[in-house]
């Protein structure tokens, strides 16, 4: 199976989207309590919210494997990014709710360590490839880092999370300057916003994130009920919804991608 889709634009930005997959591999085939359960923390419909980059020649990664077989936005090594805080690990054991994802045993080191070859590296492999292709044409590039979640998720953080959540791991992995652009959008929207709040940006923004290098990273973790319907407890019969027309949130992310790409 093709573990990611990739389009190559010459515009400098990158947008990676390493949890839009749903697809489960036939070797895991019984292993997941269900498959539903396996998909159920999926940035659903993110390629096509994010599908009018397309038009300003942006290049697009996007995953097409479960992030329950391996989350390509955690460190390899393993280590936590929030330390002290619920999060999911780079083969995830249980759904953000806290639901058990393997109908036996978790995945030991070493079938982490078969996975995070055969399909995590082959993704950044791929994103790096263009992260160099890109800095070879233009000065600076940004790698906008696409995801969401659901608002609403007790175990994770309390409380309902804004509409937008723009992650730069503290202004490390991108100027100020760039970030000040997408703050802005988001502020004139008139839609809840927060800079490196609960979500300050995963193992991509903070890995490949290097402004004195030229490369910009930043991670919008967009709130879904921006784009879709978020029922308050999801269940096999009502998620995933589907995506709005029009997406409320769409014309502040066609402002943020414009201004990447004059």
């Not at 942006?58 to 390899?76: E, M, Q």
């Not at 070493?110 to 791929?126: K, N, Q, S």
Request: charged share 20%; glycine share 8%.
């Amino acid at each position: 199976m093709s573990l990611f889709t990739l389009r190559r634009g010459n515009a400098p930005l990158i947008l990676s989207m390493p949890h839009a997959g749903t697809e489960i591999p036939e070797e895991f085939s019984g292993i997941f309590i269900s498959d539903w359960l396996a998909r159920k923390d999926a940035d659903w419909h993110i390629p096509r919210l994010y599908a009018f980059a397309e038009a300003l020649d942006a290049t697009i990664i996007a995953a097409k494997i479960s992030r329950s077989v391996i989350d390509l936005n955690r460190d390899p090594s393993g280590a936590s990014l929030y330390p002290g805080q619920a999060t999911t690990g780079l083969c995830p054991a249980e759904s953000f709710d806290g639901e058990r994802l393997y109908a036996n045993a978790v995945p030991d080191e070493a079938e982490i360590a078969r996975r995070r070859e055969l399909y995590f590296v082959p993704y950044h492999a791929a994103l790096a490839a263009e992260i160099a292709r890109l800095r070879g044409m233009h000065e600076s590039i940004v790698l906008y880092d696409c995801h969401s979640i659901r608002g609403e998720i007790r175990r994770l953080f309390p409380g309902v999370l804004p509409n937008f959540n723009i992650g730069t791991n503290d202004g490390k992995s991108c100027g100020a300057k760039i970030a000040a652009r997408v703050v802005q959008a988001c502020e004139v929207s008139g839609l809840s916003y927060v800079l490196n709040g609960r979500f300050k940006g995963g193992w991509i923004t903070r890995h490949y994130g290097n402004p004195a290098q030229g490369v910009h990273a930043i991670q919008m973790e967009l709130a879904m009920r921006g784009y879709m319907e978020e029922p308050a407890m999801p269940t096999p019969e009502n998620w995933p919804t589907t995506l709005k027309t029009p997406a409320p949130v769409l014309p502040v992310l066609q402002a943020i991608m414009k201004g990447f790409c004059p």
